[in-house]
């Protein structure tokens, strides 16, 4: 489910990503381009299809503090600290630095940026469904209807029989952003396929089993998203306050050292390190971050009367030393940092520094991989 542009855009490459829609299948991309703008880095794929398979063709990061003292983008903004401009030109030079030459590219949309809620319908056909969303929409989303533009997913019931009760996933993102997003695409060279929002990426690209509940939890640099998906099907997806940053700011203060030095120790030590100082400062700030998900989860079970049978943290902070084996103890649940590259082919020298990489790049490989879903 990405997000296609309305119409009103004005936007010449306006395709479906929905093969049902589309009979012209064979005019589907065989290379796409994904990209995220995170906060601390903007993060770029691209992956081709032949078949049923896919291959890694490229991929490129730029960091933010590399270029500018600022971040790519930020939560009081609502979207980015930088102009378009500056963006769009960071794209470019990861793009001929990764000698990536596709392009159609799909943008994730932050989280912070958007809005994501599931809600009940009764029963009714598939022909009826569509307008029955965009009715009741606006009474579930905080944002005016006529400024944002809207996303919807069954995920679960079926349309047509009348005892179904039908539940909708609906996203929902401003206008703006999206203008934001054809802007930068269009300083960067490229053609806007689609934007999706960051939590149906990374369900995409880090969920396979087609049986069972897994929570996704991204950890960034500026922002946490907690997920639950159930069967494929993205169900829950809530914006958290935990950063990465706010753990280098932490320790910095905590031991008076620069960012630098702050950001190397927390990511060699994190929870494990001897120095009871920067042990005891993470502890105090990861602990809300469980509770968090204690809550979703439990909220989960209330609702649906279903266990999450494993969680996944993905996202650069996933990598913080005894990060995965804290959650596991607290929450007594197997805990995966899984690898968005792995069912993707690539050369295998390349393997060891994929794995290291994957967890930032979960959200780009997930947009990229709905550009060529057939
Ligand atoms: N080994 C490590 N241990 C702990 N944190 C790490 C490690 N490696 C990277 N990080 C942190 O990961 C963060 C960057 O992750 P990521 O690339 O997912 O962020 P982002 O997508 O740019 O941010 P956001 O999604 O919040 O906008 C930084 O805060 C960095 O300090
Ligand atoms: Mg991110």
């Given amino acids: 489910m990405a997000l296609e542009l309305p119409a009103n855009f004005n936007i010449e490459k306006i395709k479906k990503l929905n093969i049902f829609e589309n009979p012209l299948k064979m005019f589907f991309p065989k290379k796409m381009v994904g990209i995220d703008v995170g906060t601390a880095s903007i993060k770029i794929v691209e992956i081709s299809r032949w078949g049923q398979g896919k291959t890694l063709e490229n991929y490129g990061e730029i960091k933010s503090v590399s270029l500018f003292k600022e971040p790519f983008r930020n939560v009081e903004k609502g979207s980015y600290m930088l102009s378009n401009y500056f963006v769009s030109r960071a794209i470019r030079a990861v793009l001929d630095e990764a000698r990536i030459r596709t392009k159609g590219a799909i943008f994730s949309i932050p989280d912070f940026s958007t809005f994501c809620t599931s809600f009940d319908l009764p029963p009714m056909t598939a022909k009826e469904l569509n307008d ?165 989860l439990s909220d989960f079970y209330q609702q649906e009367n279903k266990d999450v049978d494993l969680v996944y943290l993905t996202g650069g902070t996933a990598a913080l030393p005894g990060l995965k084996e804290y959650f596991q103890e607290i929450l007594k649940k197997n805990v995966e940092i899984p690898n968005c590259f792995s069912e993707l082919l690539y050369p295998p020298i390349l393997g060891r520094t994929l794995e290291n990489m994957a967890p930032s790049f979960s959200v780009a490989t997930g947009v990229a991989l709905g550009g060529l879903e057939i």
Avoid: M
């Fill in 132 to 296: 029955a969303v965009y009715y009741n929409a606006p009474q579930y989303i905080p944002l005016p209807v006529t400024e944002t533009t809207l996303d919807w997913k069954l995920i679960s019931g079926i349309p047509g029989d009348k005892k179904s009760p039908l539940r909708i996933f609906l996203v929902a993102i401003p206008n703006q952003i999206i203008q934001d997003y054809q802007k930068v695409a269009q300083l960067a060279g490229l053609e806007l396929y689609a934007v999706e929002a960051e939590a149906l990426g990374l369900a995409r690209s880090l969920v396979r089993e087609k049986k069972g509940c897994i929570c996704v939890i991204d950890i960034g640099a500026q922002s946490t998203t907690i997920n639950v998906v159930d069967k494929l099907n993205l169900k829950k997806s809530f914006s958290f306050d935990f950063s990465g940053n706010q753990l280098t700011y932490s320790i910095s203060s905590a031991l008076g050292l620069g960012h630098v030095e702050a950001e190397e120790l927390k990511n060699r030590e994190g929870l494990i390190s001897a120095k009871e100082e920067i042990s005891k400062t993470l502890y105090l700030l990861v602990d809300p971050l469980i509770l968090e998900t204690k809550r979703v």
